[in-house]
Every structure is written in structure tokens, then in C-alpha cells.
């Protein structure tokens, strides 16, 4: 449907504090953590939506040639391998062996876009890439999109087709989703990644919004009259986002090094939105997803958490600062942060450094797990 890469989140939120590091802090060992509260910016999502929705399938000989001397996971117009949850079919990619690791995307992205990652990370792991419901080569269902219906997805995956203790890895929205999952598997989750992971923190001093009684003018007149406006305006903008230039406008906003933007990756990005629920699932997502999210905050979802935390940030994401990364951290001091200079999706732009960033902290993390283990069973 669209391009993980266009999450805008508001500025006022997002820039707070904006610290750029031009260095490459190598991972350091995990310590304890304590909590605090918060929200996920509402108006940034509905924003990000708009700048990343749905595309339609454009030609592309898939040419491009890959990233020098790093593998790439063959890109499979029919897919991988699907998995039917709650009656929907869900698309995955899985290679290697050895104790699993979890990748889930961002928003409007796919499996595919942990193309350079999964070849290298399956050499010691089992690495499996899920496409959440709604994106990817995974069912377009016309449900009510909420973020705790990823959650199921992730937690149902893990415990189906996993089945046994992971790491999961998110960029973006997928970031999010690992961490909520996480939270609600305490026991299978070993550790999380978040690479420029979508999410806010709350604003203790914002007063609750006051729901009014609906009045029969309400809901008979001017909500009919309000849906019918928001599909005028979000379907124009569906369309308008499905122009190739508009694709490759948008991923070179978010790339740094513009390189990677290649056919590959907008035809990973651009074949899903042919499907005839595309329009209708990013309606959804605009207009019920995006616009309800301060339920959801970082730090109520981090205070349920005890796995050790990994952060690995483009510092120069121009819609998630590193000021993010910062404050999770301090809020969550069992955290290892690793800074780059890259964009919002680090892990296509410069996969080489998060590889190395991901398999050192794995090889510590999962370790110190397995250790615990043996502990318990002692």
C-alpha cells in the first residue's frame, strides 16, 4: 500500500530536543530498567498516512542491482509462505537456522523490505519476516484496524508458527507492534529492536477529551455528511500517491543515500495496492486507525516490559529525530543505543551497519536469555 518510510509524525513531538550524533556507538550490555507515561501523536499518523498511501502496480524489470557485497533476498512476485490467522491469509518469509528472530515492517510496507537484512541475519538465526494484515502480500481484510489487532497477529505468530522464545524487530509502525506484542508475551519475547520505531510518549498536563451525547442532527446528518467528505479527500489522495513519481518522491525524502530507491523496492511497495480492498483498507486505516491512537503511549506499553531493549536510529529521519531514542532510553535504561547516519528506514539504507548493529546485540541478548533459562530449569 505505501512506503514505511513516509511516517510523519508532528514536529512539535517528534523534534523535541533533537540531539544528531555523527558517530557509530557500538552496542554496550544491557542493564535494568524503570518506567513512566504516554501517546502516540495522533495527528502525526493521520500525516504520515497521507504522505504514504497506496500505489499501484508500476513495470519494473527488477534490475537494480543490489547493495555491493551484501546478499539480497529474491524478490517473489507471488510470495513466500502464507499462514492463515483468524480466517485471513498472512504472508512470511523464512530462512536459516538457530534461535528465531521476528522482523516486522512499517507502515505500508512488506516483508521485502528487510531484503539486504534476512539473508545475513539467517546465516546464525532463524529469521522470519511477517507482513501485518492490511500490507503486503498478507490479506487486504476489511476489518476494524486498531494497533492491538497487529499485536494479535504478532503474538499468535509467535506462538503458532514460532513456537519457542524470539527477539523481535520492528522499523516504523512495525516497531510499535514489537513492542506491544512483546508486552503481552512476557515469556517468548527475549529481547526487542526498534529501528526509528513510531510510538509517542503521553503528555501528563493534556486533559481527557470530553465526549458529548450524539444528537440525532449528528448522527443522521453531519457524520454521513463528514464520511462522505473524508472519502472524497482520502481517496484523491489514494490516487494521487499511486503516480510512480509520487513512490519515488516519497522514499528519497526518507533515504539519505538515495541508491537503494531502486525497482525493487517500489515494486515491493507498489503490487500490493492492486489489490480491489486496497483504497478501503487505507480509508480505515485514515480515518479510524490513525485518528485514535493516544490510547496507545510508549511508556505505558515499556512499563510491562522487562527483555532487553536494542535501538538502532537514523539520526537524520527527518520526521523521527534521535530525540526519541533518547528518551526512551532514559526512560527504559535496559536499552543498548546504536546511532547512524542514515534515514527513517536504516535497515535498506545502510544494512551493512545495522546487521552488524543487530547480530552483536543478538549474540549478547540471546545468550544472556538461553543462560537465564538454564537457570530456571536448574
Keep these: 500500500m505505501s512506503s514505511s518510510c513516509a511516517v510523519l509524525p508532528s514536529a512539535r513531538t517528534e523534534l523535541f530536543n533533537p540531539v544528531h550524533e555523527s558517530r557509530f556507538i557500538a552496542p554496550r550490555r544491557p542493564f535494568q530498567c524503570n518506567r513512566s507515561k504516554c501517546v502516540m501523536s495522533r495527528r502525526g499518523f493521520a500525516f504520515r498516512g497521507v504522505a504514504a498511501s497506496g500505489l499501484s502496480v508500476v ?4 534490475t537494480t542491482q543490489p547493495v555491493e557485497g551484501v546478499e539480497r533476498l529474491p524478490f517473489k512476485p507471488e510470495g513466500y509462505n502464507f499462514w492463515t490467522w483468524r480466517g485471513h491469509k498472512i504472508h512470511y518469509v523464512v530462512q536459516g537456522e538457530g534461535p528465531p ?5 512499517g507502515f505500508g510496507a512488506s516483508a521485502f523490505h528487510w531484503r539486504y537484512n534476512i539473508p545475513e541475519l539467517a546465516k546464525k538465526y532463524k529469521v522470519y519476516a511477517i507482513d501485518l494484515l492490511g500490507f503486503g502480500w498478507s490479506e487486504k481484510a476489511l476489518v476494524e484496524y486498531d494497533a492491538m489487532v497487529w499485536r494479535d497477529q504478532v503474538v499468535d505468530f509467535v506462538n503458532e508458527i514460532v513456537k519457542e522464545p524470539t527477539v523481535l524487530v520492528g522499523n516504523s509502525l512495525g516497531g510499535f507492534t514489537a513492542l506491544v506484542a512483546a508486552a503481552g508475551l512476557p515469556e517468548q519475547v527475549i529481547g526487542v529492536a526498534l529501528l526509528n520505531s513510531a510510538g509517542q510518549f503521553g503528555n501528563p498536563n493534556s ?15 453531519l457524520k454521513p455528511l463528514k464520511e462522505i467528505f473524508q472519502r472524497v479527500i482520502l481517496g484523491f489522495l489514494f490516487w494521487q500517491a499511486k503516480q510512480p513519481a509520487r513512490v519515488e518522491s516519497v522514499l528519497k525524502s526518507v533515504y539519505k543515500n538515495t541508491s537503494n530507491v531502486d525497482d525493487y523496492l517500489v515494486e515491493s511497495i507498489t503490487m500490493p495496492a492492486a489489490d480491489p480492498n486496497a483504497g478501503e483498507v487505507y480509508y480505515r486505516l485514515m480515518t479510524r486507525f490513525m485518528t485514535n491512537q493516544t490510547k496507545y503511549t510508549l511508556d505505558s506499553v515499556l512499563s510491562k516490559m522487562s527483555c532487553p531493549l536494542l535501538l538502532v536510529w537514523g539520526d537524520l529521519d ?15 535504561p535496559n536499552t543498548t543505543l546504536v546511532n547512524l547516519q542514515a534515514g527513517h528506514c536504516p535497515h535498506d539504507e545502510v544494512p551493512e551497519l545495522v546487521n552488524r548493529a543487530l547480530l552483536d546485540w543478538l549474540s549478547t541478548s540471546t545468550s544472556e536469555a538461553e543462560a537465564e533459562a538454564s537457570l530456571q530449569t536448574v
Design 318 to 332: 527527518p520526521w523521527v529525530g534521535p530525540a526519541k531514542a533518547n528518551r526512551i532510553k532514559e526512560f527504559y
Design 59 to 62: 513495470g519494473s524489470s527488477l
Design 207 to 221: 486533559e481527557a477529551e470530553k465526549s458529548e451525547e450524539e444528537t440525532a442532527l449528528q448522527r443522521f446528518i
Design 101 to 105: 528472530v521476528v522482523l516486522i515492517h
